[in-house]
Each structure stands twice: as structure tokens, then as C-alpha cells.
């Protein structure tokens, strides 16, 4: 698989054998990341031309791509070490995982999301 960085969208494509990830060479490096791990899900997870699938399709690996930005970027065994209720956590994972501080709120709303609190009895 080629990457290459150039000042046009972001895009997979798969010729055959050949695959290659464009990256928006225009954009600062944090969104540039971020492109990257998007076009990475569809070229490890999905299939077909999306400009010729059914809209409900495309829709679905959009949202199947977004969610694995999430996890792609900020992988919880890298961030567990990091602590929750530091509130300067989003700009500290931004700055260390170079990713934007949206990615990073969103990241962070799933995994409190998921925390249960303990019911004492």
C-alpha cells in the first residue's frame, strides 16, 4: 500500500493489487492524521466503488470509518495510563497523539459513556 500527500481530497483506491491512501497535503498535520486513518478503515475494512454503491451503503462505511478514527487514533492501551478527570486531558492527548482536540473530546465522551459506576449495597 502507497500513502501519498497531495493538495487534493482524501481518498482510498485499490487497482488490482496496487492500493493507495491520499492524504490532503493542504491541511495542517493533526487533520492530515486524521484523514489517514479514515481512508486505513476503508481500505482494511471495506469494499467497493462508493460512488456506485446504494446511499445507505456509503452512509454506513462513513460511519463504520469515523468509529475506527476513534479507536485507530487514541487506542485505549495507549491512553489508559492517562488520567480521566484531568481537565486539560483533550489538549494533552491532541498534543501527544497530534490529532484534533474534537477526535479527542469525542474519544473521550465514549469511554465515559461505557465507565459504570459501582453500586454499593
Same mark, same amino acid.
Given at each position: 500500500m502507497s500513502l501519498h500527500r497531495k493538495p !487534493?481530497?482524501?481518498s482510498?483506491?485499490?487497482?488490482g493489487r496496487y492500493q493507495?491512501?491520499?492524504i490532503d497535503s493542504r491541511l495542517p498535520i493533526k487533520y492530515q492524521r486524521?484523514?489517514?486513518?479514515?481512508?486505513?478503515?476503508?481500505?482494511?475494512?471495506?469494499f467497493g466503488c462508493q460512488s456506485k454503491m446504494p446511499r445507505a451503503f456509503?452512509?454506513?462505511?462513513?460511519?463504520d470509518a469515523k468509529h475506527f478514527t476513534l479507536y485507530a487514533s487514541?487506542?485505549?492501551?495507549?491512553?489508559?495510563?492517562?488520567?480521566?478527570?484531568?481537565?486539560?486531558?483533550?489538549?494533552?492527548?491532541?498534543?501527544?497523539f497530534n490529532i484534533p482536540r474534537y477526535l479527542c473530546a469525542e474519544?473521550?465522551?465514549?469511554?465515559?459513556g461505557r465507565v459504570v459506576p459501582k453500586? !454499593? !449495597?
Open positions: !487534493t481530497q482524501a482510498y483506491m485499490k487497482v493507495e491512501i491520499i486524521e484523514q489517514f486513518f479514515h481512508e486505513l478503515c476503508h481500505a482494511l475494512r471495506h456509503y452512509e454506513l462505511q462513513e460511519r487514541l487506542p485505549f492501551h495507549m491512553i489508559k495510563g492517562y488520567s480521566l478527570h484531568n481537565p486539560d486531558i483533550i489538549e494533552q492527548w491532541s498534543r501527544d474519544r473521550l465522551e465514549k469511554i465515559k453500586i !454499593t !449495597t
